[in-house]
């Protein structure tokens, strides 16, 4: 019996979000009386490694296989399944993103495990698993109940935190599952990083702007208050801004784009409709900025401030470099 | 002739307001007016596209559900799907939903088979892989473009910061996101009359287990009122920000 973790890594280091979902994951593991065990794709330095044990990993198990470099969903599925039954797992957990979406469909099937998606509270019962996810694109939450002994959770980010919880005794098993030919025919062809860049989903902090922008060209001072954040802040926006082709689609935020929880949401001359207002229920702290006191955004914000953002922004920004730079 | 396979959801229209009944263990579908997954619709959007650019497709279209999704079944045809079918079943849980797609799938050699991440009313963001698993073939999910080259598939995916361009040969499976396509196709006229003509076959459902089940339905807490900070008061906005809300 363990509770078995997927600890994802961007170039062999290992993300915030994951920290945070093995710091959720040793929460159930205590909870089962279970040990924690992490499972790891692709090279990662046993230094790297050992930072899985902060956050409560009493070991782990990792396959650098050549083949599993490039990302394919069937494969990583083999050899994740292959690993958690090695270390009879009960519940598995994967961080709600893009790996962990494709993932874990495929391991309920191959386990015959239920799977809850869009979880973002501690299980209200280990055995049977009972928990609480997000549904209808951030309007409601469910809460769930597994018919099967074996279950699989996907953690939204930000729903937990990181939680250091040091674990004595920390060792890396190297592990070669089973992979098939048959898949690496599935292939990279070309591949664009874009340094530096939070993605929305994942963002602490979010600085979304709507159509009272007026124009794209307006954007630098989203981008400067952004920056000025820290690297856990990114930029985002409304549906209009996206359709409009102002912004990237990628940065749209609302029931058809991205629905997040972030700590902390600015919402500059968005007026608020249902659909954006559903995508962003999640944040811990709503702050609108509107010229119209009557947006409906100001009725699910926590802070407003009624006033033109070409007046406002500027201001805030100039008041947010004094008090980071007093941090 | 690439056999594609588009499978769809029907769900309470995004400008819906959600309540529960029967002491929250219920939707409340009173008032709801039901459309296309909106992922879905830019998934049959995004292969019409494809087929249009001159890759020669025939279309399926597939649901799992009642009789009351005919509608909405009937739209995709209207926008250009060869065939229909719904498989009459109430779709619960994603694993049954998928085995149901599985065992209509299953032997009839389609090359493709699309659908959104998601339905946007329970979110699982699970039935596209876990078809792709029952079939055991490689897949795609959370894409963000797909094209047909060559008889291969050539998709986009946005992963963490960056994206990739991913080429594989058929049977593969893909489930679209934001961007998959722009604008959802509206029906023309002729189409419309055209799919009053086109006969939706119906398939029995298969025995299959439902791996999760729903106990109960929250709605988010209200907020407790809005706090109004002057607009000439800035620093006091993130004063509050840094001791009261302790999030900067």
Known sequence: MSVFVFAEHKGGSFKKS??????????????????????????????EMAQLAQYGANRAMRDQQPDLETFRTRTYADALTQMAENVAANVIVFSDNFMGRG????????????????VVDVPKSVSPMTVKRKSFSGKAFSIVKANTPVSILSL?????GVVEKPAAGFATTDFASKLRASDLAVQVEAAETVAGTMPVSEAEILVSAGRGLKSPDNWGMIEEMSQLLGPGCT??????????????????VGQTGHVVAPNLYFAIGISGAIQHLAGVSGSKVIVAINTDPEAPFFKAADYGIVGDAFEVVPKLNKALKDFMSKQ | MMKVLVCISQVPDTTSK???????????TADIQYVMGPYDELALTRILEVRDAGTPMEITVVNVGDA?????????????ANHAVRIDAKPTDAFYVASQLAAFAKGQGFDLIVTGKEASDYNGNQVGEMLAELLDIPSISNASHIEVKGGKVVVEREMGG????????????????????????IPAMRGIMQARKTPIKVVPAVPAEHLLTVESYELPPAKSGCKFVPKDQVDELVRLLHEEAKVL
């Open chain 1, 103 to 118: 993932i874990a469909p495929r391991m309920s099937v191959k386990l015959k495990a239920a799977l809850a998606t869009s």
């Open chain 2, 162 to 185: 960056g994206k990739e361009t991913v080429i594989a040969p058929t049977p593969f499976m893909v489930a679209g996101q934001k961007g998959f396509a722009i604008e959802p196709r």
């Open chain 2, 68 to 80: 009351s999704t005919e509608n909405t079944i009937r739209k995709a045809v209207a926008v250009g």
């Open chain 1, 235 to 252: 930029t985002c926006c409304s549906r209009p801004v996206s359709d409009l082709g102002w912004r990237p689609h990628h940065e749209h």
């Open chain 1, 18 to 47: 994951t920290f945070e979902v093995v710091s959720y994951a040793k929460k159930i593991a205590d909870m089962a009386g279970v040990e924690l065990v992490a499972g790891v794709i692709g090279k990662v330095s046993d230094a």
């Open chain 1, 156 to 160: 939204v980010p930000n729903a937990f």
């Open chain 2, 18 to 28: 959600v309540r529960f009944k029967e002491g929250n263990t219920q939707f409340d």
